[in-house]
């Protein structure tokens, strides 16, 4: 399910991004915001916030910049990770005919 912005939304989040470049108008980040609305909402939060934090980027017209790398997810450095982090909570869990597949395997040599 794709959870796109919705126009008070947009507001409140340009609020946010304002904090982190107070320099821009909030209506000016509302417009960038409300461009790339189809997108869904946790991707156009973390590139607008990526987009303020970006010295290269000089108006908030730049958060609609899609080819730009704030639109690309960070890698995860391990030190983001916390300590308590299930390593394997995120995997698709094997289906029963690989796991006894992997069993006759291991049994067979």
Excluded: C, F
Excluded at 15 to 44: E, F, G, N
């Amino acid at each position: 399910m794709t959870n796109t912005i919705t126009a008070d939304q947009a507001r409140k989040l340009a609020d946010l991004v304002a904090t982190v470049r107070p320099a821009w108008a909030v209506s000016a980040i509302t417009t960038a915001l409300w461009q790339v609305r189809t997108h869904p909402l946790h991707r156009i939060a973390a590139a607008a916030i990526r987009a303020a934090d970006d010295p290269d980027i000089h108006t908030p017209a730049g958060i609609a910049w899609m080819d730009r790398p704030h639109w690309r997810p960070e890698a995860t450095r391990s030190e983001d990770i916390p300590s308590w982090h299930d390593r394997y909570a995120d995997t698709t869990p094997a289906a029963p005919a690989t796991i006894r597949a992997i069993r006759a395997r291991k049994d067979a040599s």
